[in-house]
């Protein structure tokens, strides 16, 4: 199942709010629709959301009735800063805005035409290198995984939250395909329930097994030793290994500590936001409180109840064992072994030269 498909200069969007019951896909034409999409979470997830992002800079691009260039870039700029606040949390969005920006920036030899062009190329490219880093990540990651593993995981971190594949299921998958018989515990994950309306979804689809538990079941699951590890995804990881991941993720790490199980972070390196000296200063994103007051549309809170909907929590990074990344597993001390990682040469991907990795 495709996140997104680029085609004929238009962005489809699987609607993962309609999912699992309907598979269907938004047709975006402009920026505006992306940004609603991401805002609604139709496309969610930090590497989707970034892919998407970029996508929607072409969208914006194609729409600036412009031929000066200083004019032209100007406009793409408060484009990209509106996209960028649609969620707070997730960096790659705003890496992604500032990576088809700066590809842009100071191309004095192009004409308009010439850098819209160009823009879709680096969106392709930054669709294709998440798909690529989510491969690697599985063969880094799949290494940790023991045979016959029970594994917990939050949130939905798999395809349907990258271009592909997935970051924490992505690790699953990996070592389900090297047969090492796993078995997957999803939480459901509340408010808005990733955990079972898509990740238990996708682990069926590849007949993965799955068990869906409640939020708060997971603490006894590791209780009565039906668990082996935790591993989940991220949305920002600051320079100290602070996490920032969906709400409930603290929890989890706290609960695997106190149980003495390995909590896993699997995440690309567009996660990381090394400008942050600790997750304190990752900016959590707050969401509307009827998704805490109602589920599936039907309330289940008295009416004018007061509510704390935040998205997203920080895990402390003494709680991390390691953090798997298209680069390598890295392990504490955070602070200098993330910086090591992001200095480390990588090879130019062959894969994502000239092609719509989309389609
Ligand atoms: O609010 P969401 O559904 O976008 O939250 C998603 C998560 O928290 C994921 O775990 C995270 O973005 C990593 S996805 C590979």
Redesign the pocket.
Known sequence: MKTMIWEDGILKILD?TKLPEKIEYIEAKDVETVAGAIRR?SV??????GAAAAYGMVLGANSINENDREKFLAELNSIGNKLAST?P??V?LRWAVDRVLNKVKNRDDLNVEEIKALLLEEAHKIFCEDLEANRKMGEYGQSLIPENARIIT?????AL??AGF????GVIRAAHRANKNIEVFADE?RP?L?GAR?TAWEMMQEKIPVTLITDNMAGYLMAVGKADLVI????RIAANGDVA???G?YGLAVLAKAHGLPFYV???TS?LDLSLSSGSQIPI?ERDETEVTTIGGTSVAPTGVKVWNP??DVTPHELVTAIITERGVVKPPYTENLRKIMEKDTETSEVCRGQNPSR
């Open positions: 993962q979470l969610r997830g930090a590497p989707a959301i969620r949390t997730a790659n939050h949130c939905n971190a798999g939250a990258t997935g970051t924490a299921l994950t808005l990733q898509l989940v995804g991220a949305d991941n969906k709400i993720t699997a995440a690309p996660t994103e998205a997203f």
